[in-house]
């Protein structure tokens, strides 16, 4: 079966610009999570959508990140305007039993 | 909410010995455990994982470990290989993953 497909797999940006990333989880898997991980550290969750509907956005900086998920299938995660602390890997992961998740290959974003 | 605390942060050991990564979980709700591994610039993978109604889960060379009680759980890794070589992370989850800081481990040839 395929697995969770991302693009782009690297962005550089400067600070004060926007990006965006895309996210095809594992087909029929129901859950997606957007996942940010800083160099050296473990995965943080940003927000986990079961089908097309938000189940946790706690941990999403709501002023400069959304994400959504239209169709309940594909995903996009925005950030506008990119600050330097947001350098990290993003992660999409999708889940069929709300537990056992699989990861994308990540975007690496480098805010310049 | 759930805070998961992971040692040791980096572990070196002779290939075919064993290899313990011990993790303790603050949540009594979590439910679930997985163990996944991350090899540099590639994308977490899982290796193990146990459900808060077992207590021990073994595959190949792998077995993972769960005390409720004690809220602690801990993989276990024997005949270590080169291969093994890589960042491993604990996971609990109560609907979502809270994941710890990772360990660095280096089996050395």
Redesign the interface.
Same mark, same amino acid.
């Given at each position: 079966e395929a697995g969770v497909a991302q693009s782009p797999r690297y962005k550089i940006i400067e600070k004060r610009q926007s990006v965006a990333f895309w996210c095809n989880p594992i087909s029929g898997h129901a859950t997606l999570?957007w996942y940010q991980q800083i160099l050296?550290?473990?995965?943080?969750?940003l927000i $986990?959508f079961q089908n097309n509907g938000v189940?946790?956005d706690s941990q999403l900086p709501k002023d400069r990140f959304s994400a959504e998920r239209l169709k309940g299938v594909d995903s996009t995660l925005k950030i506008q305007p990119a600050k330097l602390e947001d350098s990290a890997v993003y992660?999409c992961a999708s889940s069929l039993d709300?537990?056992? $998740?699989?990861?994308?290959?990540?975007t690496r974003l480098t805010v310049l | 909410g759930e805070n998961v605390e992971?040692h040791p942060s980096t572990l070196s050991v002779q290939e075919g010995d064993s290899a313990v990564i011990k993790c303790t979980y603050s949540d009594s709700a979590s439910n679930?455990f997985?163990w996944?591994k991350q090899e540099l610039g590639?994308?977490?993978?899982?290796i193990i994982?146990i459900r808060s109604n077992v207590g021990e889960k073994k595959d190949q060379r792998i077995a993972v470990t769960l005390n409720k009680t004690a809220k602690h759980f801990s993989l276990h890794i024997t005949e270590t290989q080169p291969e093994d070589s890589a960042v491993y992370?604990c996971?609990a989850?109560h609907?979502?993953?809270?994941?710890?800081?990772?360990t660095q481990l280096t089996v050395l040839p």
């Open positions: 999570y050296g550290q473990g995965p943080k969750l $986990q189940v946790d992660l709300a537990d056992t $998740q699989y990861f994308g290959p990540g | 992971q679930y997985p996944y590639k994308r977490p993978q899982l994982d992370f996971a989850s609907g979502q993953l809270t994941f710890g800081s990772g």
